[in-house]
Every structure is written in structure tokens, then in C-alpha cells.
């Protein structure tokens, strides 16, 4: 997060683009997926709406950071240590991450549905079974709960209130939680739909999103550390961060969209009740 543009324009689709992708995060994913099987039966009207739910509450802890943040002063810099700190706690989880949701696709059963796996919610345990709209935001604020969210919410208001202080610290939350909201909100919905279904092409339309969760998360990790190793990279990569988000965002959203068309390809097959 320290070589943000210093362009404010370039800057706020930086951040639009790090929520959308922070959305897509294999945790959120599998959260949003939980909670949205959890609430189907009785409660098919809040299911549909857990990702926005989830993302509301994510983002308010987001939002109350970058006040904060914005509040405190206008000229801060995050010290060096706070941001290779940051650097290296995101790069640990999503290789774990990616790891085990590439494992879960490769080890599944052939026409079974993969289910994303998330580390935070194992973490939760319960509390991570809300039954409920406010409790889904609710889990929502306790997976913003982190360190890597935390740190990363600090560097972008600290970053914006070099801009004039709060309103532009709140302008890049807002944003990030916008973009955020988007791919979260969209995820849950199309969960909904996909429980509805039964058959082999729910399961490859799982296999499809597992599969590319996965791969983004080791190739985002890949890039950091090349970053943090490499200066020869480093120096290279300089000023292309919105051009990375923007493929890392499209990549993502492509392979939801494969999934979304094949699982619409036919009517559902429902399988009759035991």
C-alpha cells in the first residue's frame, strides 16, 4: 500500500477496485456462502440479501477506521514497519487461503459441490451462524476484525487525509466499501440461486469459482512477495497497482460470470426429499 498513486482520480479507482477485490476474498466468499445456507430455509429473504448484509458491517468497521484516521491528522505517514508488517500477514493468508480452497477443488468428489473454505469463520466458530439480518452484519464487523483489513483501512484514510484530512480519508472508505459491497452483494445473491439447484452444473459452476478464488489469492501473493524481495520488480510494477487490480477484478468477475451462465444453462434439477 505504500506506492498508492498520488493522483487523486487514479486513487479512488485504486481503491473502488482493491474493495471489489477484497469482496472476492475466499473468507468473504465462504462466509457469505454459509450464512446464506443457514438462512434459505426459514428465512429465504434474508439469504438473498447476506452478502449485502455482510458487507454492510465489514464496511462500517472499515468506515469507522478511516474517520478515525482521518480525525487523528492530516499529515501521518504509517510507519515502514506497520506497512511490510501488513504486506507479509496478507501474503500468509491468502497463500493459506489459496492453498486450501485449491486442495478442497482437486480432492472433491466428482459432481459434488465444492464449498469455499474460510480461515476467519473456523476462528468464529458460532458466532459465524447468524440466523438473522443484524447478526449477518454483525459477522460482517467481526471479520473486519483484523489485522490485514485493519492495516490495510489505516494506510488508504491515512493516504486520503494527505488530500485534506477526513473528508477524503471517508471518501476512499466509502469507496472501498462501495466496491466492496458490489462483488459481496452479487455473490450472495447468486448463492441463493445455486442452492436452489442439485445437479453436475451447479457443482462445475463450484469447481469454476473455488478454482479461481484460489489461483487469484497465490498470484496476489506471488506478487507481493515478489514486491518485498525483488527491488528489480518492484521498480518495475511502480505505477501499474491500478492496472494490477483492474485484471485481478476482471479475472475474478469473467470466471463469475462462466459459472453464473453455466449454472443458468438449464433448469434446476431438484432432487426429491428424503
Given amino acids: 500500500m505504500q506506492d498508492l498513486p498520488t493522483d487523486w482520480g487514479a486513487l479512488c479507482a485504486l481503491i473502488f477496485l482493491l474493495g471489489m477485490r477484497h469482496g472476492f476474498d475466499a473468507d468473504h466468499l465462504a462466509a457469505i456462502d454459509g450464512l446464506t445456507r443457514l438462512n434459505q430455509q426459514r428465512r429465504p429473504g434474508v439469504a438473498r440479501y447476506c452478502g449485502a448484509l455482510f458487507s454492510a458491517g465489514h464496511g462500517a468497521i472499515v468506515l469507522g477506521i478511516a474517520l478515525v484516521v482521518g480525525s487523528v491528522t492530516e499529515r501521518w505517514t504509517p510507519p515502514a514497519w506497520l506497512d511490510a508488517l501488513g504486506a507479509w500477514v496478507s501474503i500468509t493468508f491468502l497463500l493459506a487461503i489459496g492453498a486450501i480452497n485449491l486442495h478442497a477443488v482437486l480432492t472433491a468428489a466428482p459432481g459434488k459441490t465444492v464449498p469455499l473454505v474460510s480461515l476467519k469463520g473456523r476462528f468464529l466458530g458460532r458466532l459465524a451462524q447468524a440466523r438473522s439480518a443484524w447478526g449477518v452484519a454483525a459477522v460482517g464487523a467481526l471479520f473486519a476484525l483484523s489485522f490485514d483489513t485493519v492495516t490495510q483501512s489505516v494506510m488508504f484514510a491515512a493516504t486520503g487525509a494527505q488530500f485534506g484530512g477526513v473528508i477524503p480519508s471517508v471518501t476512499l472508505g466509502l469507496l472501498f466499501v462501495l466496491g466492496m459491497l458490489v462483488t459481496d452483494g452479487l455473490n450472495g445473491w447468486w448463492i441463493a440461486r445455486l442452492i436452489a439447484r442439485a445437479d453436475e452444473i451447479a457443482a462445475l459452476a463450484s469447481r469454476i469459482m473455488g478454482a479461481a478464488v484460489a489461483g487469484v489469492s497465490l498470484l496476489v501473493a506471488a506478487l507481493g512477495i515478489s514486491r518485498l524481495v525483488s527491488p528489480a520488480f518492484e521498480a518495475w510494477s511502480d505505477g501499474k497497482e ?27 434439477t431438484r432432487h426429491p426429499a428424503p
Avoid: K, Q
Avoid at 245 to 266: E, F, M
Fill in 242 to 268: 491500478l492496472a494490477f487490480g483492474a485484471l485481478l477484478v476482471l479475472s475474478l468477475a469473467a470466471s463469475y460470470l462462466l459459472a453464473r451462465g453455466l449454472a443458468a444453462r438449464r433448469p434446476a
